[in-house]
């Protein structure tokens, strides 16, 4: 039996692929638990007309991302906060609160987005923006006292 798989499953293939399995693995779990449908005619030729207007939507999402990796990469943000007299601030910079800074400086970045270490003390920090599967923006961070 010919199943288009929905999502990706171990030992079996991943999303979208066409594969060939078992009758009643197909029919008594896999199509059941809406992990797979019927490769029929009319469902392999929505199957590559979803592809192609997926690979367009990429396309023009990793264009956009590019484009934004261009702006960002090397930029600098200041954060100000609270701080004692040692340099070590009060809690830590969280990655919202520099997906603020960007906001205000007029980069639309999603906090999720953002990886870097704890910032417990003042000082300057590198922070790697994932803007695609494969773009990343490196940004630096000011972190002074109020």
């Given at each position: 039996?010919?199943?288009?798989?929905?999502?990706?499953?171990?030992?079996?293939?991943?999303?979208?692929?066409?594969?060939?399995?078992?009758?009643?693995?197909?029919?008594?779990?896999?199509?059941?638990?809406?992990?797979?449908?019927?490769?029929?005619?009319?469902?392999?030729?929505?199957?590559?007309?979803?592809?192609?207007?997926?690979?367009?939507?990429?396309?023009?999402?990793?264009?956009?991302?590019?484009?934004?990796?261009?702006k960002l990469e090397g930029s600098t943000i200041t954060i100000a906060t609270?701080?004692?007299?040692?340099?070590?601030?009060?809690?830590?910079?969280?990655?919202?609160?520099?997906?603020?800074?960007?906001?205000?400086?007029?980069?639309?970045?999603?906090?999720?987005?953002?990886?870097t270490d704890d910032i417990k003390e003042l000082g300057t920090y590198a922070?790697?923006?994932?803007?695609?599967?494969?773009?990343?923006?490196?940004?630096?961070?000011?972190?002074?006292?109020?």
């Amino acid at each position: 039996m010919k199943v288009i798989l929905k999502e990706d499953i171990k030992n079996v293939g991943y999303k979208d692929d066409v594969v060939e399995v078992k009758d009643g693995y197909g029919r008594n779990f896999l199509i059941p638990q809406g992990k797979a449908k019927l490769a029929s005619e009319g469902a392999l030729k929505m199957l590559a007309e979803d592809i192609r207007q997926r690979g367009f939507k990429m396309d023009k999402l990793k264009k956009d991302a590019e484009a934004l990796s261009e702006k960002l990469e090397g930029s600098t943000i200041t954060i100000a906060t609270k701080a004692g007299s040692t340099g070590r601030i009060f809690g830590s910079i969280t990655t919202l609160q520099i997906a603020n800074a960007l906001k205000d400086k007029g980069f639309e970045v999603d906090r999720r987005k953002i990886v870097t270490d704890d910032i417990k003390e003042l000082g300057t920090y590198a922070a790697n923006v994932n803007l695609f599967k494969d773009i990343t923006a490196n940004i630096s961070i000011d972190v002074v006292a109020e």
